[in-house]
Every structure is written in C-alpha cells, then in structure tokens.
C-alpha cells in the first residue's frame, strides 16, 4: 500500500492551499493578439473623432510592440473585424495574406474579452489596416506581396489629406521604400517620393516633409548622387522637427554629404549630434554615425579617445577602425596599407573606402611631426627612408610633402634645398599662442549651444495660463490674500 500512502500525503497540502488559493485575486486574463488589434483600432477611431493626433502615434506604437506576435489568420480576422467586405480595401489585402492550413490563432477561451466595435469607412482605420499588412508581410519575407500592398496604400494616401492620417502616412512613407530598398529597387520609386513630398509640402503635412525627405537624401546617398542630394536638402523647406528619430537621420545624412565635400568640420558636429541624439535601443544606427565621425576627425587630424571604441555593444564593431586609428596615430604607412587590406570587405560594407583613400595623406603628415619633433634636423633621404615612401623619386616626394606640411603649418621648420636638409624650429609654449583661448570658446559654444536646444525641448500642457479656476480654488485665494492682508495690517500698526 505504498502508493495510497503517497497519494493521501501529496493531495493534503493540495486540500489545505486550497482556501488560501481561494482568497488570492485572480490574474488577469491575458488578451489574445486578435483582442489587442481590436483595441489599437479603437483607439485609431477615438484619435480620428476627436481629431488627437497622439492618439494614432499611440496605436502605431502598440503596434510596434505586437508585431513579433502577428500570424496570418489574426490580420485576417482583424481585416474582416475591420473593413467592410465589399470594401476595395478588403479586397486588394486579403489576397496578399498567405493561407496557412491548420494553424490556429491566439484566442483565450478561458476569460471571454469585451466586444469591441468600430465604426467602419473611417479613413484611419483603412491607412492602418494597409499598414498593419505591410508590416506583416515585411517580417515574414513576403516581398513582392509587400510591395504590392505599399503601392496601393501609396495610391490611397494620394486621396487624403487630413491631420490624423499624417501619423500613419509617414509610416507607410518609410516602409514603402524599405520594401523597395530589400528588392534593390530604390530608383523606381524616386519620382514617386518627390510627388509625395511636393504633396506633403502643399497640404502643410510637416511630419511627412521630415520623413519623406530623409528617404529621398537615402535614396540618392544610396547610389552615390551627393550633388543630387545636397541640392535637394538646400532648397527644401526647412522647420522645427517634430520627430528625434528623422532629425537623427537628417543630421547622419547631412554629416555624410559634408564629409564627401571636404566639410569636415560641419560634418564632425552633425554625426556626433546625431550619434548623442539617437536612441539608446538604436545600436546599428549609432554605429553607423560613430563609424563615420571616427574618420572625420581621423581626416580633421585628430585621435579620437579609446573610450569611443568601447562603448558598450559596439566595440566588435569598431574594432577594424580602432586599428585603423593605431596606425593613423603611430604614423606608419606599412601598418595602414596592412590594415586598410585586412579590413577591406569591412569597410567596402561600409562605403568608407573612398575616405581611407583620403586617411594616407594623414598617416603621411603624422609621421612627419613625429619626425619633426624627433630631430632638430634631418636629411631628406632619411624622412622618405622613415616614411617608408617607396618610388622612385622618394626624395623628391619627400621634399614636396614637407613643403606642403610647412605651409599647412603641421610642423615648424624649414628646409635647406642646397645640402638636403629640414631643420626644425623650437617648440614654444603653447599657453603663449591662442590655442588654448579657441579650445576654451569651442567648449563654452557648446554647452551654450547645448542649453538653448533644452530650452527649446521644453514642453508646457496646453493652455495652461487659460485655465479658470474654479469656485472652490478662487474662495480658497480670496481666503488667503484677505489672512495676508490682515497679517501685514497688524504687522504695520505694532510698529507704529
């Protein structure tokens, strides 16, 4: 009788838990997928009757939230929830989910969800339902699907113009030309996005500027149109941002034409404003601003500091640059050639070559100051020999190379042309020059800079000086101004 006895002392703490199981508060049932669809729309519609554009910002940020758990027949489900059959939506959509046999969607039979309903024909909920399907088809690799799906929510929004759509539209915006940038297929769609900014511009659409301009910039950056580019980001209008995320892009975008036209030094502050703007949960995107101001400041002729390359998640990432930055710093052509071809496939990924290209004439002037520093004077022979210059006319490259440093003013010296020589100038104090005063007035520039755009960040509810009072809150005041007038009365007569 052993297992009588085993199951008598397993079920008699069941028997006493039981009460206390009794008295705990039920968890709250947990919504199927299909439930929480339900309610983004609602909040869609609620933000499309009141006209409250953060409440469609706040459906397409639930939505970001649930995608990983979208299947087929829940935005089936939703779409049937949703739009009318007879709809032309609802018959452009369905076909492009895939028909998935014998899979089953996230119901809780358990605990029975409030019926939510919608009202159907509204605008919004059709912009969303398009863009819940793009969504959907992107995740699961359904390209062609998607792009059909983009096209005809891009044909839709043609027809609109309405403030809570705006929210949306620039979603679509963006995802249209993803999918056409995953099928290499980002020139089709050029003339498509430049009617869609004119548009935008005409129907006063800010958010879709921002967004449609930032594609636009990636479209031609993509295939390496800079003039293109610059041209365009120069005429459009230009406004206050509405969102962090597209100024980030706009600064990556505008520091990457800098860098291409030799303006390191605008181009340093855009790609470094853009790398401290960015999202902490943006990593890929910060890797990409830090890649690219690493070597403007590489071409600038400065070294960044190692706790660049050691941020946290991007120090693999970093690490072909941060080498690239030892030979830069050491000045030593072997070891660039050495690096730039062992990190090559790197930095072709990268579209940073042409900038490496640009980086030797750098390693060159380095090593020179070292050398210049080293020896108070030296032969010409003997700086092509250090550089390790291997032509033919080494020592005459050598003397233009130092020649063009002397008028840079990279190195102070001079050059002896009868016996072969460079003969360095004594270092001075530099607390004698005005080098430390610009360091100072760059730094104190940049906090100022930094307040005034905190400053501007700020945010107020509302109307806020508008607001009556109410009755209870003016007989309160009243109250209390009478007591401190009373106060001060009697202060006023013990000292007369």
């Given at each position: 009788m052993p297992e009588d006895v085993e199951m008598n002392d397993s079920a008699q703490p069941a028997a006493v838990a039981a009460p206390a199981a009794a008295d705990a508060p039920a968890p709250a049932p947990v919504l199927s997928t299909l439930q929480h669809l339900k309610e983004i729309a609602s909040v869609v519609e609620a933000g499309s009757l009141t006209k409250e554009v953060r409440r469609i910002s706040r459906a397409v940020r639930l939505t970001v939230a649930l995608r990983r758990r979208l299947a087929a027949p829940d935005v089936a489900a939703f779409?049937?929830?949703?739009?009318?059959?007879?709809?032309?939506?609802?018959?452009?959509?369905?076909?492009?989910?895939?028909?998935?046999?014998?899979?089953?969607?996230?119901?809780?039979?358990?605990?029975?969800?409030?019926?939510?309903?919608?009202?159907?024909?509204?605008?919004?909920?059709?912009?969303?339902?398009?863009?819940?399907?793009?969504?959907?088809l992107i995740d699961h690799k359904k390209y062609d699907e998607a792009k059909a799906c983009a096209n005809s929510s891009i044909a839709r929004l043609k027809n609109l113009n309405r403030r809570t759509v705006d929210v949306l539209a620039s979603r679509l915006y963006s995802y249209y030309s993803y999918v056409h940038e995953l099928t290499n297929s980002l020139a089709e769609i050029r003339g498509t996005l430049l009617g869609l900014h004119r548009m935008a511009t005409l129907h006063h659409d800010e958010l879709g500027q921002e967004t449609l301009l930032n594609l636009l910039l990636r479209n031609y950056l993509h295939y390496n149109l800079?003039?293109?580019?610059e041209k365009l980001r120069s005429k459009a209008p230009r406004f206050e941002a509405h969102s962090n995320q597209?100024?980030?892009?706009?600064?990556?975008?505008?520091?990457?034409?800098?860098?291409?036209?030799?303006?390191?030094?605008?181009?340093?502050?855009?790609?470094?404003?853009?790398?401290?703007?960015?999202?902490?949960?943006?990593?890929?995107?910060?890797?990409?601003?830090?890649?690219?101001?690493?070597?403007?400041?590489?071409?600038?002729?400065?070294?960044?500091?190692?706790?660049?390359?050691?941020?946290?998640?991007?120090?693999?990432?970093?690490?072909?640059?941060?080498?690239l930055t030892n030979a830069v710093r050491v000045g030593d052509l072997e070891v660039f050639r050495a690096v730039a071809e062992k990190f090559g496939s790197t930095f072709s990924a990268d579209r940073t070559s042409n900038l490496i290209v640009r980086l030797r004439h750098n390693v060159i002037r380095t090593g020179l100051r070292n050398i210049s520093i080293s020896y108070s004077r030296i032969s010409l022979a003997d700086i092509a020999k250090k550089l390790r210059l291997d032509t033919k006319t080494a020592v005459a490259d050598a003397e233009s190379i130092v020649a063009?440093?002397?008028?840079?003013?990279?190195?102070?010296?001079t050059i002896d042309h009868a016996n072969g020589w460079v003969v360095s100038k004594e270092t001075g104090d530099v607390y004698s020059t005005n080098e430390p005063q610009a360091a100072f007035n760059s730094r104190i520039a940049f906090c100022l800079n930094m307040h005034n755009e905190a400053v501007k960040a700020l945010r107020f509810p509302p109307n806020s000086h508008k607001e009556k009072e109410s009755a209870e809150k003016r007989r309160e005041r009243l109250q209390q101004e009478e007591e401190l007038a009373k106060h001060m009365a009697e202060e006023e007569d013990d000292d007369f």
């Open positions: 779409l049937a929830f949703a739009l009318p059959p007879s709809s032309e939506a609802f018959t452009r959509l369905s076909p492009l989910l895939p028909k998935e046999d014998g899979s089953e969607m996230d119901v809780d039979a358990a605990a029975p969800a409030a019926q939510v309903s919608i009202k159907h024909g509204l605008p919004e909920i059709e912009i969303y339902c398009y863009l819940l399907v793009l969504i959907f800079y003039d293109q580019a597209q100024f980030c892009r706009y600064l990556f975008y505008l520091g990457k034409i800098r860098t291409i036209q030799l303006e390191y030094t605008d181009a340093k502050e855009s790609l470094l404003q853009a790398a401290r703007k960015a999202p902490t949960a943006a990593r890929g995107f910060r890797i990409q601003c830090n890649k690219w101001a690493i070597l403007v400041r590489l071409l600038l002729g400065e070294i960044p500091e190692r706790t660049v390359f050691m941020q946290k998640g991007m120090k693999a990432a970093l690490t072909p640059y941060f080498e063009k440093a002397i008028r840079d003013g990279a190195i102070d010296a």
